[in-house]
């Protein structure tokens, strides 16, 4: 019997609001002059039972009429929506927790290329989601004749996406619909695309599109599995932060945002970190939910002798409250040793 499982990612790198480049975005195709930048994306996807669930929030930051981002995909969606409003920063929280002290709509706007088929179009607030299946070149021209500027080695890394899967989603932010909707700079969108797929795959190479290759990217990768999963990366940078059994309070919270109500009662929560240079960004990270089946060589984007299994050091639950109740346990055996030591120093008492 074929197993189930469920995986649940996000792929979030830090804003740089008003930055000159954007080092950070997923996806580096920018509209018009550049003026308007794509400062931060977000992304989770679920998977489960064959269906890939696929969440993502753009914010954008600038002046100028137009700018996008292009996302590639596992598979052609069924549906594109609006998603929930704070799942993706509920996860964030988990692993950084702060300090104590409209609906869609159709859109026939998008230009469609001789080559390029359009599978799906929408609008999400201000931004008009076109979803496209073509090769590299094809997906390319039509970037250009929707007002896309293509970086110079945005052919190589179309090429290398559309080598696996044809699919891609172009996201294309509208400032004057923003502007009648209320939206102010630095406000995200988060979508949903649903995806039946037989394998999930992060996309990692796209995050160093159009950069310099000294340039620093870091971006944080959460996986929520039925079990522990199985990684292969196909170079180095991405480490594992955390693996252990995710909380009932964190499953419970996700569960209780718009559409997140597939969210099982039990999950495995790894905790990714990519800290790397965009030119050693020449890869994807493959997942297996499955202990007993090795992540496709395939989906890390490289050859067998590329590949770099990603494991934690010392995988299970966390070790914080060990530490802390052992830390706990020690200091009332130190407070239990001093006091029987002050009896036994004290002189017998003298009973008449």
């Known amino acids: 019997m074929k197993r189930r499982f469920k995986l649940a990612l996000a792929l979030a790198a830090p804003a740089m609001a008003l930055a000159p480049s954007v080092a950070d975005a997923c996806g580096g195709l920018v509209g018009e002059n550049g003026s308007i930048q794509l400062v931060r994306t977000t992304t989770l996807a679920a998977y489960a039972d064959g269906v890939e669930r696929y969440v993502t929030a753009f914010q954008f930051t600038g002046k100028g009429e137009s700018v996008g981002s292009i996302v590639p995909l ?22 950084a927790p702060p300090a104590r002290s409209g609906g869609d709509e159709a859109s026939a706007g998008a230009v469609e290329s001789a080559d390029v088929e359009i599978v799906l179009e929408t609008k999400i607030d201000a931004l008009d989601i076109t979803v496209l299946k073509g090769g590299g070149d094809e997906v390319g021209q039509w970037a250009l004749e929707n007002g896309f500027l293509l970086s110079p080695d945005a052919p190589e890394v179309l090429d290398f996406y559309a080598e696996r899967s044809p699919v891609f989603m172009a996201a294309k932010f509208d400032a004057k619909r923003a502007k009648r909707l209320g939206q102010g700079e630095g406000d995200s969108t988060p979508i949903m695309a649903t995806i039946p797929t037989d394998d999930p795959w992060v996309p990692v190479r796209i995050l160093g599109l159009g950069l310099d290759e000294d340039k620093r990217v870091e971006a944080d990768v959460f996986l929520l599995t039925d079990e522990r999963p199985e990684l292969l990366a196909g170079g180095p940078g991405l480490s594992v932060e955390r693996s252990e059994a995710a909380s009932d309070l964190l499953l419970d919270e996700l569960r209780s945002d718009v559409g997140m109500g597939w969210v099982p009662n039990e999950m495995w929560l790894s905790y990714l970190q990519l800290d790397a240079d965009a030119g050693d960004l020449d890869y994807d990270l493959a997942v297996s939910a499955d ?23 010392s995988a299970g639950m966390a070790r914080w409250p060990f530490v802390a109740g052992a830390g706990a346990g020690m200091a009332a055996l130190a407070s239990l040793f001093v006091a029987q030591r002050r009896r036994s120093a004290r002189p017998p008492s003298v009973t008449a």
């Not at 596992?74 to 692993?95: I, K, N, Y």
């Not at 060589?297 to 050091?313: K, M, W, Y």
């Open 74 to 95: 596992p598979d052609v969606p069924t549906s594109v929506e609006r998603a929930g409003d704070w799942t993706l920063q509920r996860l964030a929280l988990e692993v």
């Open 291 to 313: 202990p007993n089946r090795e992540p496709s060589i395939t989906d890390a984007g490289v050859g067998p002798a590329s590949a770099v299994p990603v494991r934690a050091e």
